[in-house]
């Protein structure tokens, strides 16, 4: 074993999942890197390049890292949430609805979401409805009140206020400044 591989175990590090495992010749478990389990004897750890090599050689998977799955635990959660939010960003959303959606406690998917994304799952949200926004301004000529009800918004004037807020100008300035689109009527000016 590389000493790399033996530091990244005692530090439990993320940045080394994936391109490796250990498994424990006392309990025939494997592990990713970035396990939260006891820290190993380093005499009683071997090392795998790949999830088939472990299983081959007989180990099984740890319940708590569970290194058989594409993404760790907390980053599945993350993954799951960010593709909630990507598909229904335009409907009503709670962060009891995500959960709910996803089978764990509210608690729990807002402390994990904000400790790897950095942010929470409503700021998440609202860079996602922002985002759909600018670009409809930009490439279409709907109404402001069709892109509000398109991101989510049900209130044409809540949804100015917010973008105001978050973008710096409103979505009539915005669409006049970056517009890609000749509205009706702009021609004769």
Not at 79 to 100: D, G, Q, R, Y
Request: hydrophobic share 30%.
């Amino acid at each position: 074993m590389q000493e790399y591989m033996w530091e990244a175990i005692i530090q439990c590090d993320r940045l080394y999942d994936g391109k490796f495992y250990y498994g424990l010749t006392t309990t025939k478990i494997f592990c990713r890197p970035s396990c939260k389990s006891r820290t190993p004897k380093r005499e009683n750890t071997k090392i795998f390049s790949s999830v088939s090599e472990a299983n081959t050689a007989g180990f099984r998977p740890c319940k708590r890292c569970k290194p058989e799955k594409l993404y760790a635990p907390d980053s599945e959660i993350v993954h799951n949430v960010k593709l909630f939010i990507h598909h229904h960003f335009n409907e009503p959303i709670t962060l009891h609805k995500i959960a709910e959606e996803i089978h764990i406690s509210p608690y729990h998917l807002h402390r994990t979401f904000k400790k790897i994304v950095g942010t929470t799952t409503s700021d998440y949200l609202l860079q996602k409805r922002m985002k759909v926004a600018k670009e409809l301004l930009k490439t279409t000529d709907k109404s402001i009140t069709e892109i509000a009800f398109k991101v989510g918004y049900h209130n044409t004037s809540h949804f100015s206020t917010v973008f105001s807020n978050k973008v710096g100008i409103n979505p009539s300035t915005f669409r006049k400044q970056y517009s890609t689109v000749t509205l009706l009527g702009d021609e004769d000016e």
